[in-house]
């Protein structure tokens, strides 16, 4: 994954790609993947870094969805389960079962709880990650010694997976690289190239770090922008009604003594209609989520202060120990792109189902969905653009491609702080551009402890600055601009 090659691939392509992506998040890197690997020619755009938005910011779970389930929706959790079971298969160095325990303080939530979770794993079939049991109070409590013991009279037990989303990401991409797909982040779509018949053809983009303006032409243009999609199709059509109702999620991230274990923590009921988790990740104790409408996306949200009591408050019900904000290492914010149902007020009650939109122009447009489903969402999206772009008919073929491993090519073992070998193998072999690429998705420490990553910041810079020839005074804006977005990650004491 080299970023000047693939920018010298585009300025000297002179026929249209098969498929031009627009978005590099899961969506439109698991589209690169699922075309490059039939055989496509792929070109794949990215405003900022892959995954700077929300596929770095999720709940850090492969789940087929309990909450919807519950909502009655069966094919989608059964179409997420057969996902999840076959990430697990092709991603079995980032994918892992995890156990989840319902914990019970009334009478009736064990057999309420422990039937609906005997249908989950029913549904999962042969994709199931282990059955559901139901636990008696000295065993939840073995499970979670931090569960408060007030009233708690058992519990119940499922499985479900674990992940790490933004290495997924990075790994996602190098396998569309591996099979010939061309991806390029900090390069801004501009403007969409049409046809004398108004038909989009192509696009022109700016790259980010030059300055440079470049076109490319495409048999099919795909907007996989997340939640920005409404802004690309107004740049194709700019009287069209939205699609998106954006809806923001919180995740909290607390020190390992609140969660020990190895056993994550599900809350079935909230008052905003959302379940709430608590789980185990890279040494630390991760809760969320929130489920709060905002008026439009942004491409670095804040939690809003009453998500961050919500979650506290949550979780103390839950917890011995009472978390406070004294106790946050890190706070992060995703924006969910809910395509609009009706009149549905409450973006907890919209469906997580994906939705493609054809405009009369020809632009194909995939929205909503989650991070569980996202291989099946770009094999529905590039069989449209297999008609789209009148383009030979070839097969999916990922529900059985591995994706790429980094450390089967010589990436440095993981460790909790990047040394200087790590940082210098984000930026040569991953397309790490920034501090912030380095110390937010190629790895996770912002995401864990914001001071800890702070502190990291000015080694990382002095390594890039080596590594790509920048200048000092490059280190030093770099420096301020990740000061500026880690204060996104933190909350006022």
């Known amino acids: 994954m080299k970023r000047d090659a693939f920018l010298q691939r585009i300025v000297e392509r002179r026929e249209p790609w098969d498929i031009a992506v627009i978005g590099g998040g899961a969506t439109g890197v698991g589209i690169a993947v699922d075309a490059a690997s039939r055989g496509y020619s792929v070109v794949l755009l990215e405003q900022s870094d892959f995954g700077k938005g929300t596929s770095s910011r999720s709940t850090k779970l492969v789940h087929g969805g309990v909450r919807y389930l519950q909502q009655g929706n069966i094919s989608l959790v059964m179409e997420a389960l057969k996902e999840r079971g076959m990430l697990l298969k092709n991603a079995p160095h980032l994918v892992h079962d995890l156990q989840f325990i319902v914990p019970n303080y009334a009478w009736w939530e064990a057999p309420f709880y422990g039937i609906g979770l005997k249908v989950y794993d029913l549904l999962a079939g042969k994709y199931g990650f282990g059955p559901s049991e139901i636990l008696s109070r000295d065993e939840v409590l073995a499970h979670i010694p931090t569960l408060s013991q007030d009233g708690l009279r058992g519990g119940v037990k499922y499985h479900d997976g674990q992940f790490d989303d933004a290495r997924l990401l990075i790994d996602l991409a190098g396998t569309a690289a591996d099979h010939g797909a061309c991806l390029v982040n900090y390069a801004r779509a501009a403007a969409l190239e049409k046809d004398r018949d108004g038909f989009v053809c192509g696009l022109t983009f700016r790259d980010e770090e030059s300055g440079t303006s470049h076109a490319l032409g495409a048999r099919c243009v795909i907007n996989a922008t997340g939640p920005f999609c409404d802004e690309l199709r107004r740049v194709d059509e700019p009287e069209v009604t939205p699609m998106i109702a954006p809806s923001q999620g919180v995740h909290l991230v607390l020190p390992r003594e609140f969660l020990p274990g190895d056993t994550a923590i ?8 959302r379940v709430m988790f608590a789980i185990p990740w890279h040494g630390h104790a991760l809760i969320g989520t929130t489920d709060t409408p905002i008026p439009a996306a942004v ?11 919500f979650i506290l408050e949550t979780a103390s019900d839950y917890l011995a120990r009472r978390p406070t904000r004294a106790d946050i290492l890190s706070v992060f914010t995703g924006i969910r792109p809910l395509v609009k149902t009706g009149e549905a007020s409450n973006t907890a009650t919209l469906s997580r189902d994906h ?3 054809i405009s009369s122009s020809g632009l194909l447009t995939i929205a909503g969905g989650k991070w569980t489903t996202y291989r099946k969402m770009a094999e529905d999206a590039v069989d449209h653009a297999i008609v789209l772009g009148h383009l030979d008919e070839r097969p999916c073929v990922t529900r059985e491609l591995r994706i790429r491993d980094p450390h089967c090519l010589g990436a440095p073992a993981p460790c909790p ?13 991953e397309m790490a551009r920034t501090v912030e690429d380095v110390l937010a998705r190629r790895t996770r420490v912002l995401f864990l402890d914001v001071q800890a990553a702070l502190a990291l910041a000015p080694a990382v810079a ?9 200048a000092a005074a490059w280190q030093q804006t770099q420096l301020a601009s990740f000061a500026e977005t880690a204060a996104h990650f933190r909350i006022a004491r």
């Open 355 to 357: 939705t493609i939109h």
């Open 299 to 309: 491409l670095e949200p804040s939690p809003q202060a009453q998500e961050i009591d």
């Open 266 to 273: 599900m809350v079935p009921h909230t008052r905003d209609g």
């Open 462 to 470: 002095r390594i890039l600055a080596r590594e790509l020839g920048r």
């Open 417 to 429: 702080e990047p040394r200087d070998e790590h940082v210098a193998w984000h930026a040569r072999h």
